[in-house]
């Protein structure tokens, strides 16, 4: 069977590579390319959206899409604990359709996300550094956010303190942000792509976990992972692990 695939934000960096992947894809039949502004109406035959746009413009786009049923995989980031929960609620008027957002599609990333996870609980310090192209929206980047929160929770889980950090004073910002009470870094650089370090430390040694994607194509075979994955799962799906069998 051939799934139908609308693309939100089909002109933006992400969203015209996800193109390519659904037209490359025999499955698959690209039956909508949108844009901020443009009419909607191809994409109403949709068995699937994709949506890589802004987080300002993704909400709207998910009521959308579930108002008519369609499932959605969502690339876009800024889905804060309450965002996913308005997914939730959107969801409870759709009970058969599905969900799917993760703050990163690459397999690279999942599995950095996961190590940096696993590691967390043997290590005294952590901070993360995350480094990107200057065209990107929001920083820290969805994926250093959710490294934080997991980290975060295997630090507490294991009965850790926050890291050691004896700063009182100096220049602002200079320690970076904290997420979940982590130390990110965000980094904004010409001919980079999406690049993340985490960086653990102990008495004597440190651990280096570090990902790079360097071509948007990286992310395409989890996003064609997940459309083809969704019309089966219903609900809200965070995270590509389970479509990937991680967990
Ligand atoms: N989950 C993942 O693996 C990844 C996630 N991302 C995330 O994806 C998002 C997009 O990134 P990127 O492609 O680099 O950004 P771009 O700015 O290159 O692309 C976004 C596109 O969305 C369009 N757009 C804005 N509003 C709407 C709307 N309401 N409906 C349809 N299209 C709209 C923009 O149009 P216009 O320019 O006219 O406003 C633009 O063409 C970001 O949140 C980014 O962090 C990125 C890479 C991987
Ligand atoms: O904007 C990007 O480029 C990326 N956004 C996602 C994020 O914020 O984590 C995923 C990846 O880092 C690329």
């Not at 250093?144 to 950090?165: I, K, Q, Y």
Request: net charge negative; proline share 4%; with cysteine.
């Amino acid at each position: 069977m051939t799934l139908k695939v609308a693309v939100f934000g089909a002109r933006g960096r992400m969203g015209a590579e996800v193109c390519r992947a659904v037209e490359g894809a025999s499955d698959l039949e690209l039956v909508a390319a949108l844009d901020a502004g443009d009419d909607r109406t191809a994409a109403e035959t949709a068995d699937v959206a994709v949506d890589f746009t802004h987080p300002d413009a993704v909400m709207d786009n998910l009521a959308w899409c579930l108002g008519r049923d369609i499932g959605v995989v969502v690339g876009t980031t800024g889905f804060t604990p309450e965002r996913l929960d308005r997914v939730n609620e959107l969801l409870g008027h759709h009970p058969g359709t599905g969900v799917l957002v993760a703050a990163n599609f690459s397999v690279g990333a999942v599995l950095m996300m996961h190590f940096a996870e696993q590691a967390a609980a043997f290590y005294e310090s952590v901070e993360i550094i995350e480094l990107h192209h200057p065209g990107k929206a929001d920083a820290p980047s969805g994926t250093a956010a959710a490294t934080a929160a997991r980290v975060a929770a295997a630090r507490t889980a294991a009965g850790l303190e926050a890291p050691p950090d004896a700063t009182s004073s100096g220049l602002e910002g200079a320690r970076g942000a904290r997420a979940d009470g982590i130390a990110v870094h965000s980094v904004r650089l010409r001919g980079l792509v999406a690049h993340q370090e985490v960086l653990l430390g102990s008495e004597g040694e440190t651990l280096t976990i570090r990902h790079d994607s360097l071509d948007r194509v990286s992310f395409m075979p989890g996003v064609l992972a997940a459309v083809r994955a969704l019309p089966g799962r219903p609900g809200l799906t965070v995270g590509i692990e389970s479509v990937l069998g991680l967990t």
